[in-house]
Structure formats: C-alpha cells, structure tokens
C-alpha cells in the first residue's frame, strides 16, 4: 500500500525513491503539499498478489459481513467530513461547498445504498424456463465476485469518481486495487486510512500511487477494470486491456449540451447555467459545456447569464462562502481553456466577461462567457473542461437537437421549457446517456438510475442494478433433480427419433406458435 507523506515532500516508497516519487500540489497556492510514491509494475504486482490472497476470506464475509464495514466506512466519512473536505480542497483547489455536496454527500449516500442494495441486486434469481427441452429443471443465475477489481481515477473528483466506484465493487465482494490520479492522491490515501479504522480485512482495499504507467500495469494485473477519465485515455486502457481480455468498464469525457427553448423559465435556466457550468471550476465530466437558446430569448437568457457569471467570485477557497469559482486542477487543462477562448475569438465570437488566466499565485482561469459562437470552434466541439461557457443562439428546437447530437460525446445533456411533456419527448431524441429537464447534474445523487456515456463519452454504466451487477461474473446453474435413466435426445440416434423430433418442433415453432 502507497502511503504520504506531508510537506517537507519526501517519497515514502523504499525502492522508488525521492527521485521515483510524485509532488502533489495545491493548484490554488502553487505549493507543493505532498510526495507519494509512482509505483512500479512489480510494486503493482506485488499488491496484486495481496489483494488475490485476501479475495476469499473478503468474498466469505457475505453481504451482511461487508455491509458492517461499509456502514462503519459511512459514519467514518461523516465523522471525519472536515479532514476530507480539507484534504479535498488542498490537492485540487476546489472550493469547500464543491468538496461538501459533490464528494462528502456522495460518499455519505454510496456506502449507505451498496450496503443495503447489494443483497437484492446480486441475489441469486431463479429462472422459469420457456423451453420444453428444461422444463422441470432448477435454474439459477447468480452473481459471483470477478475476483480483483482495478479502479483507475480521474483528478476532478478525487472521492466521488476515483473512491466512489471502489465501494460496489467491494460490496460484490471484491478486492480493490484504486489507483488515483497522480495530481489528486492524497484523498485515497486518507480514505485508505478510514476503512483500515472501519476494520477492512487487510489486502482488501489498497491504493497504488503513481503515473500513467502504475495505471497501466493495474490493467495488466486486474480481473476487471473500471477506469474514468479521458476518452484518448480510455482508448489507450481498452487497447492494453485486450491483451487479457480483460473487462473494462469507461467512463469518459463529456461536451454537455443546454437547450434552452422560448418557454423555459429563463431565471431558472441563467442561474442553472451559472452553476452548473461553472461549479467546480467546470471541471464536471457533466458540466454545461454549451448553450443552444432559441432565438426568441436569446438577448435576454445571455444578459441574465452574463451577469450572474460577472458576479462570481474566484480565488483560493479558504473556507466555506469564500469563493464561488476555485482553480484549474490540472496545470495543462488551462492551455487547452486558452486555446479553445483563442480559437473562439480568433473565429469571430465575443467574450462577454473574463476570458483570460487570472494573475498572480495558484492556477485560475476567469469565469467566462462567450458568445457569436459555432461549432467551427473548438469551445463547441471539443471538451473544454474549464469555467467558460459558449452561448449559441439557434432558430428552434429542432436546430437546437441538430446541434446537440453533433458531437462524438454523448454523456448528459439538459433541456428548458415549462412545456415538460414536450421537454420529455425531446429528451428522447438527444444522444445521451442522461438528459434532464428543467434541471442537470442532479441526477447523479439518484444511485438508483444508470448514468454513463453513450457514444465515445463511455461504456457501462455505474448506480443502479448495472452498477454493481459489472464487477460480477453471471453464473448460470441447472439442476436436474428427478430424471429418467436416458433422456430420449441422448444415443443412439434413430431415424424414427428424429422423425418425431422434427415433427415435435413444427408443432411448438411451425407457426411462430411460440414467438
Ligand atoms: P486522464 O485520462 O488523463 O487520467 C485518468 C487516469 O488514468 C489517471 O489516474 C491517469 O494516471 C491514468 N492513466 C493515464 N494514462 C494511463 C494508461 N496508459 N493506462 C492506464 N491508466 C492511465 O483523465 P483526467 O485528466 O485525470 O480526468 C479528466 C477527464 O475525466 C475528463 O475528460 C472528464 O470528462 C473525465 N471524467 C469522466 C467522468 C465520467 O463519469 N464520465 C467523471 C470524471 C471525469
């Protein structure tokens, strides 16, 4: 297991190093705040053989077993709430609220749900059968643990999206290897902490530090592995993945549309676009990434959305209420923000507020709104990943959907009116994995319902019975209990068998009788 230490950085590995190890730092003052260690393929290996040493004992525990430690893991969460949140905040720069509701109430509500879903979701089902040929016979399906479960992260989300996929794939009754991004560890360290406080069996959950590289030889040693992050990446997990045919499960990058049509509340629909493209500094695989707003309450949706942004505060977070808008986490995601506003402007689109990296300490780029935009620009095509938000205008609804589907992503999407039945039919025809009305993002809170991405934006999804369901291995059992010495299918052949066999099948199939 990978540990930390605090500033003064040091690595803590034996065999990497200080040279091996990584510098964690606070993208909101610049300093560096940690060093863990990049484990190597051997060191990966080595917990490999720890975790496959601990699956048994882990998987025996039954659901009620686990499900002791995950509901003493959501106490510990709520207990040590201000220890997490703080840890948040310093390897990402995000703000306290950012690090409350999306990652604190996250956590707090996914130990409570696998814990008490798991029995109902992976229970095994008894199967009637339709074929003459089974009939009598005892079916069953279950659900067996794949054994080991490799769980790679992104930097955004360093509880929700790195740990948070870690919980039903321990409440299956795997073991977890997490390897968390290389700029975001410390919080998988500190959870690491928790669930050894919470009593997990040692070997069971542990978290390897390090690089691309740690990640990729965690494909080599999983039985499954369950990856978020970016597309390009992704493709790179699933090509190494193919090697072992291992199963992979992605969730990817996204280019959220919002469209906003001439009936929707536009008060409503300015504040959500405020937030929910810039909450977490846009750093939302769900964030509003563009806006398509019929022409009719073009003028009006963008003045309101403009000054809302304009109001924005940004900054280091300090604590709560301090700011609204925190830092750019990953030092080259603000090229890719600069490059997509240069491009924009370069194209002929206006920035209405911010639209530059602000000076002085830490990494932040301006809230910003942009506008005369189309989608020859990379601010409309291209995941941004930052705060700015590029506001289309479109001649109806039908333009708007048109828009919204051009894309390679198809991850979530939202639409606006107060006509909500229309809003649903329209939903439908939007290529996403979610689309909300009148709302977005929240979704994600409800672990009840799938959520993952269509098109290059993922494969699989996580919540729901399909959440846990993919870190299982489906087993189907038959049991013959009273039976004849031979079946009349069995040898010899005859042709008067045969006869009667063929005529037998007309009889149940010949008139699609049974279809
Ligand atoms: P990334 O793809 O750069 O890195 C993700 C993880 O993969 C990191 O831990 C990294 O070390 C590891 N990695 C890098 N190369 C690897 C390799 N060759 N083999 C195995 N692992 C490797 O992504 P990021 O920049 O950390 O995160 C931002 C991206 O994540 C955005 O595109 C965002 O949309 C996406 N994301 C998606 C969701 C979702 O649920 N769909 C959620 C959060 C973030």
């Not at 509701?101 to 059968?129: C, M, N, Q």
């Not at 002085?360 to 409309?380: I, K």
């Not at 049991?479 to 042709?495: E, G, I, N, R, W």
Request: proline fraction near 5%.
């Amino acid at each position: 297991m990978a540990s930390v230490d605090e500033a003064p950085a040091v690595a803590t590995n034996g065999s990497n190093g200080v040279a091996a190890g990584i510098p964690v730092e606070n993208p909101a003052t610049g300093a560096v705040i940690a060093t863990v260690p990049n484990l190597s393929a051997a060191e990966v290996a080595e917990l490999a053989a720890k975790a496959r040493a601990a699956q048994a004992g882990w998987e025996a525990l039954g659901f009620e077993g686990r499900g002791a430690i995950l509901n003493r893991a959501q106490r510990w969460v709520m207990d040590h709430a201000d220890r997490i949140i703080e840890t948040i905040v310093s390897e990402t720069g995000k703000t306290y609220e950012d690090a409350q509701l999306a990652e604190i109430a996250y956590a707090g509500s996914a130990f409570g749900f696998w814990a008490k879903h798991a029995p109902e979701f992976l229970a095994d089902e008894r199967v009637r059968t339709e074929s003459v040929f089974v009939k009598g016979k005892k079916l069953v399906v279950r659900y067996a643990p794949v054994g080991l479960v490799g769980v790679i992260g992104p930097w955004n989300f360093p509880l929700t999206n790195s740990f948070g996929d870690c919980i039903p794939a321990l409440a299956a009754g795997n073991t977890v290897i997490l390897k968390p991004s290389e700029v975001t560890p410390l919080t998988s360290l500190l959870m690491a902490e928790g669930m050894r406080e919470c009593g997990i069996p040692e070997g069971v959950f542990q978290v390897a530090t390090g690089d691309g590289e740690t990640g990729g030889a965690l494909v080599d040693e999983a039985d499954l592995i369950m990856f978020t992050g970016s597309t390009k990446t992704g493709r790179k997990v699933l090509a190494r993945a193919a090697e072992t045919i291992t199963p992979v499960q992605l969730e990817l990058g996204g280019k959220d549309p919002m469209i906003v049509l001439r009936d929707a509340d536009l008060e409503r629909a300015a504040n959500a676009a405020a937030y929910y493209s810039m909450n977490n500094g846009g750093q939302v695989c769900i964030s509003t990434e563009r806006v398509y707003v019929e022409a009719p309450v073009y003028d009006e949706f963008v003045d309101k959305v403009t000054e809302k942004v304009r109001g924005l505060r940004q900054g280091e977070p300090t604590g709560f209420g301090t700011v609204e808008v925190g830092a750019v986490i990953f030092p080259p995601q603000l090229d890719i923000v600069e490059r997509h506003v240069a491009d924009a402007r370069a194209k002929g689109a206006t920035v209405l507020t911010g639209g530059r990296a602000r000076e002085g300490a830490g990494r932040f780029y301006e809230p910003t709104v942009l506008v005369g935009v189309d989608h020859t620009m990379a601010c409309m095509t291209e995941e941004t990943f930052g705060p700015t938000l590029p506001i289309m205008k479109v001649a109806d609804a039908e333009e708007a959907l048109r828009l919204a589907n051009d894309s390679p992503y198809g991850l979530q999407a939202s639409l606006w009116t107060k006509d909500t039945a229309r809003g649903e039919q329209l939903a439908r025809r939007v290529e996403a994995g979610a689309v909300t009305v009148n709302d977005a993002q929240v979704n994600y809170a409800a672990l009840e319902v799938p959520m993952g991405g269509w098109k290059t934006s993922g494969l699989g999804t996580r919540h729901g019975a399909g959440g846990i369901r993919k870190y299982t291995k489906q087993q189907a059992i038959l049991v013959t209990k009273l039976a004849p010495k031979k079946d009349p299918h069995m040898f010899p052949y005859s042709a008067r068998k045969s006869r009667l066999l063929g005529r037998a099948l007309k009889f149940l199939y010949g008139r699609g009788k049974r279809a």
